[in-house]
């Protein structure tokens, strides 16, 4: 069974839309992130949480907007939507550990953004 | 600022080959690297990391990597490969600091595996 559930995995919008991308994860995980990989670019870090406090955005629109209503929940919402939001949105956790940076993140499968 | 450079989009190779899926990287540090794999329909997984010790880790599912730092490569390598083994494979690249779980990515090597 899938520890870290993203919904839905394929999403049609249109052009100005505004949608919301889905992340749980099961495996008691304490930091949550989200990552983009689009057509032409490698997987992208787009923000990262901890103890649900945003502690990295590397993300320049406002227009992506993370919500994290519980300790396993990083849902973002994606405002204004344009063609080039197109992209797979990967959300992913990692276990509470030493820290540092060599933190294993386990991944979703992704949810398939179009934007038309 | 830190990149990784996969240099081979797609590998093809025969059942119980060797392999090698190049991995190169940018970083002025010292840098924390990974290798994760994507199977069809699915999130990616850890394969491997790197930190310090000996240059050559062991993973999962009998792939190994060699990190060369004079050559600023960590290169995965299996010994034989199984069809099951036909996937995406990710080499990422973090440093040191502060843990915020950014990971940079590669584009990926798509490694298909004839029976």
């Known amino acids: 069974d899938p520890k870290i559930i993203q919904k839905p995995k394929y999403l049609v919008a249109v052009t100005g839309s505004e949608k919301i991308l889905i992340c749980e994860q099961y495996?008691?995980?304490?930091?949550m992130y989200w990552y983009r990989q689009s057509a032409k670019k490698p997987l992208e870090f787009m923000f990262s949480y901890s103890y649900q406090k945003l502690m990295d955005n590397q993300t320049a629109s406002s227009r992506f907007q993370p919500q994290s209503s519980k300790k396993n929940h990083l849902d973002l919402q994606i405002t204004a939507l344009k063609p080039d939001d197109s992209a797979t949105y990967f959300c992913?956790?990692?276990?509470?550990?030493?820290?540092?940076?060599?933190?294993?993140?386990?991944f979703g499968s992704g949810t398939r953004l179009t934007v038309l | 600022a830190q990149s990784v450079t996969q240099p081979d989009a797609r590998v093809t190779v025969s059942e119980g080959a060797s392999l090698q899926l190049r991995c190169k990287y940018s970083?002025?540090?010292?840098?924390?690297l990974f290798w994760y794999v994507q199977y069809p329909r699915q999130g990616l997984q850890l394969l491997l990391k790197?930190?310090?010790?000996?240059?050559v880790v062991q993973g999962v599912n009998g792939f190994e990597a060699e990190f060369i730092k004079s050559n600023s490569s960590f290169h995965l390598r299996k010994a034989s490969v199984h069809w099951s083994d036909s996937a995406v494979y990710f080499c990422a690249v973090s440093g040191t600091g502060a843990n915020t779980g950014k990971l940079t990515f590669g584009h990926g090597t798509i490694l298909r595996v004839h029976p």
């Open positions: 992913a956790s990692s276990p509470p550990g030493t820290g540092g940076a060599l933190e294993t993140l386990y």
């Open positions: 970083y002025s540090g010292t840098p924390y």
């Open positions: 790197y930190y310090s010790g000996d240059p």
């Open positions: 495996l008691g995980h304490n930091a």
